[in-house]
């Protein structure tokens, strides 16, 4: 089992819609949850982290953490065609370990 | 602020040969990070550095790939020979206090 699981997608929505991307992990010792976006041929830049359950909230994107089950998420509301690009969760503990990223087109 | 900044951005060499891969992080972070990232799939650690020493190498293929850090700052990453199976994109991430980390654009390898 990996320690990081990510649903690959790809996920194509239309614009306006609300999408969710999520993950699992396996390994309790995982306290910061961050997500990545990779537009394509860039390198991952930090979208949004958080280190405790609950919601945190940064303009139309939300990350939720579920500790007890470990399971987080990230929301975008009114999604953009600039949103199109894919996303990683990522947790840290000596390195960062990623998901396998989902894909996600938004069309206009 | 410079990110990090890594060349070539693009590489296409024929198997057996020989590359390289040039990263500078961003100034004043001590930790260096090399991934790689094959198609569809997310960054997986190659090495890590924290100033000149390799902490973690456990995922680098030494019989032929081999990386250097000299003075705690640039590092380079050579693939030596290189197999079609390296066709990978190689990630130079750095990291200072706390846990993120930044990653430079990338060096995109085509082994044919």
């Known amino acids: 089992q990996k320690e990081v699981e990510q649903d690959p997608g790809p996920l194509s929505v239309p614009e306006g819609a609300i999408v969710s991307l999520n993950c699992t992990y396996s390994?309790?010792?995982?306290?910061?949850f961050m997500w990545y976006r990779q537009y394509s041929r860039k390198g991952p830049e930090l979208l949004m982290y958080t280190y405790s359950s609950g919601n945190k909230e940064d303009g139309r994107f939300t990350a939720q953490v579920d500790k007890s089950s470990k399971y987080i998420s990230l929301f975008i509301r009114d999604s953009q065609p600039s949103d199109s690009a894919t996303y990683l969760c990522?947790?840290?503990?000596?390195?960062?370990?990623f998901g396998a990223g989902t894909r996600l087109t938004v069309k206009p | 602020e410079a990110g990090v900044v890594q060349s070539p951005r693009y590489k296409i060499i024929e198997k057996k040969q020989p590359v390289a891969f040039w990263c500078n992080p961003i100034s004043g972070h001590n930790t260096l990070y090399w991934y790689r990232q094959n198609l569809g799939q997310g960054p997986e650690l190659l090495i890590r550095?924290?100033?000149?020493?390799?902490?973690?190498d456990s995922q680098l293929p030494k019989d032929r790939f081999s990386a250097e850090r000299l003075k705690g700052v640039d590092s380079t990453l050579k693939i030596q020979p290189a197999e079609l199976g390296d066709s990978a994109v190689y990630l130079c991430?750095?990291?200072?206090?706390?846990?993120?980390?930044?990653f430079g654009e990338g060096s995109w390898l085509t082994v044919v």
């Open positions: 991430a750095s990291g200072g206090a706390g846990n993120t980390i930044y």
């Open positions: 390994n309790s010792a995982f306290q910061y």
């Open positions: 990522a947790l840290p503990v000596n390195d960062m370990r």
């Open positions: 550095y924290e100033n000149e020493e390799a902490v973690d």
